[in-house]
Structure formats: structure tokens, C-alpha cells
Antibody
Framework: EVQLVESGGGLVQPGRSLRLSCAAS????????MHWVRQAPGKGLEWVSA????????DYVDSVKGRFTISRDSANTSLYLQMNSLRAEDTALYFC???????????????WGKGTTVTVSS | EIVLTQSPATLSLSPGERATLSCRAS??????LAWYQQRPGQAPRLLIY???TRATGIPTRFSGSGSGTDFTLTISSLEPEDFAVYYC??????????FGQGTRLETK
């Protein structure tokens, strides 16, 4: 069964850091780009970041550039999001998602985890 | 950045009726558009990609059409489990990948 399980969320003060993890299983992790997508309470979906299948290329939404870093570990079939200098507006449910296209760039997201909640508040 | 505008914001229909949801892009995305369904408390689910291709396991009552800047998701006959929020997403000029603001499909 294809599965993504996020962890690492929690309550953090503004300006502090948090590292999210996403454990992947049931598919060839190394063959697919991966994404982080977030959803603020009661709001819509916002794409945050993506990393291509071999980790050579990463992209970010402007609001997190310079603060967030996406990475992947093929040995542990895991995706990460290092979040620094957190702001109140980063408060959201963070989803890990698998791209639908093998060896491709960033296309569509065909498998999603259940998400991990990040709350930035003093 | 490409802006996707979905309409209507809320659609009130009854089971068995036909639903038509719209997504308009601020510039052409060719056919590189997807539709997702999100039920309350759940993660999004990919329904349609490349504007009109159903994802694996998606019932045939869901169909997508359009190209360029105007796209439509049609649900031919609503089932109770179809009442949810629907989002469109483009990747044509990404990154950034962008989503529409969503259409809430509610029971009339």
C-alpha cells in the first residue's frame, strides 16, 4: 500500500525552528518528485515546496524562500522540511504529497499523507 | 504567478443532480490542470489531471474539460459522498504551483 506519514509538527514560538518529516512506503521513492502543501485553518490549499526525483532541484513559494529547506533521504525513503524563522502566518496543516509522474518535474499530486499541524504562537 | 479563480464559491445541489464547477486561469496553462476533492477532515484526493484524464480509481461520473484558461469539472449525478470542497491546480508555469481558492459543494 502506498503511504505517506508526516510527523514533527507542534506548537512553536515565532522566530523558532521546526523540522517536519514524511515517511514514504509502498512505492519507489527515488523515482518521484515530492511536495509539501499546507492548509491554514479554515482556508484553501497552498503549495509550499517541491524537490525533484533525484534531489538535484528544489523550489519554494516566495513566502518561504530563504526560511524553509526541503530535502529527501533515499536510504530512509523520507522527505523533510526544515522550517526556520517561523511566523504566525506559517500556522497550518502541512501535507506531504507524492508527484504523479515518474522521473518527471513537478506535475500533480496523486498520494497525500494525513498531515501534521504546525502552530506558531507565543 | 498564475492565479486560478474558481466559481461558484459555494454550490448547493441535491443528490442525483448534475454539478458543474469552473476554474479560470489568469493566463493560459495549456491543459496542465488538475482537480482535487477534499472531504472534511481528510487529505485532498486527485480526481482529474491534464484537464480531462481521470486518476486511478476515480468514478466515471467525474469528468474534466477545457484548455487554455477555462476549465470545468462535471459530476454527472451527485452521490452523497461527493459533497466536499473541490480545488483546481495548475503546473504549467510553475513553480510556483498554484491552487484555486476552492468550491464548496453542499447539500441543498
Amino acid at each position: 500500500e502506498v503511504q505517506l506519514v508526516e510527523s514533527g509538527g507542534g506548537l512553536v514560538q515565532p522566530g523558532r525552528s521546526l523540522r517536519l518529516s514524511c515517511a514514504a512506503s509502498g512505492f519507489s521513492f527515488d523515482d518521484y518528485a515530492m511536495h509539501w502543501v499546507r492548509q491554514a485553518p479554515g482556508k484553501g490549499l497552498e503549495w509550499v515546496s517541491a524537490i525533484n526525483w533525484n534531489g538535484a532541484h528544489t523550489d519554494y513559494v516566495d513566502s518561504v524562500k530563504g526560511r524553509f529547506t526541503i530535502s529527501r533521504d533515499s536510504a530512509n525513503t523520507s522527505l523533510y522540511l526544515q522550517m526556520n524563522s517561523l511566523r504566525a502566518e506559517d500556522t497550518a496543516l502541512y501535507f506531504c504529497a507524492k508527484d504523479a509522474t515518474k522521473w518527471g518535474d513537478y506535475f500533480y499530486m496523486d498520494v497525500w499523507g494525513k498531515g501534521t499541524t504546525v502552530t506558531v504562537s507565543s | 504567478e498564475i492565479v486560478l479563480t474558481q466559481s461558484p464559491a459555494t454550490l448547493s445541489l441535491s443528490p442525483g443532480e448534475r454539478a458543474t464547477l469552473s476554474c479560470r486561469a489568469s493566463q493560459s496553462v495549456n491543459n496542465q490542470l488538475a482537480w482535487y476533492q477534499q472531504r472534511p477532515g481528510q487529505a485532498p484526493r486527485l480526481l482529474i489531471y491534464d484537464a480531462s484524464t481521470r486518476a486511478t480509481g476515480i468514478p466515471t461520473r467525474f469528468s474534466g474539460s477545457g484548455s487554455g484558461t477555462d476549465f470545468t469539472l462535471t459530476i454527472s449525478s451527485l452521490e452523497p459522498e461527493d459533497f466536499a470542497v473541490y480545488y483546481c491546480q495548475q503546473r504549467s508555469h510553475g513553480p510556483p504551483i498554484t491552487f484555486g481558492q476552492g468550491t464548496r459543494l453542499e447539500t441543498k
